[in-house]
């Protein structure tokens, strides 16, 4: 059934998880991902962690600054 927010929107299709010791990483996870760009995740969903090795914007930053 979900929350309110899914049960408005369905069908939904799961397509990545991850389990966690402790709720609190979880929950991390969670909101960092929903930090991150469509693009971003589509190539996270797609590929994983891998995927998205260098993603970060201060990794850009870095690549820029050298050149």
Do not use: N
Request: charged share 35%.
């Amino acid at each position: 059934m979900g929350s309110d927010y899914t049960s408005c929107r369905l069908p939904v299709e799961l397509v990545w998880f991850a389990e966690f010791e402790r709720i609190d990483e979880a929950f991390g996870l969670e909101k960092r991902i929903q930090g991150w760009s469509h693009t971003k995740r589509q190539a996270f969903i797609e590929g994983g962690f891998d995927a998205i090795k260098g993603w970060s914007t201060r990794e850009r930053a870095l690549r820029k600054a050298r050149g």
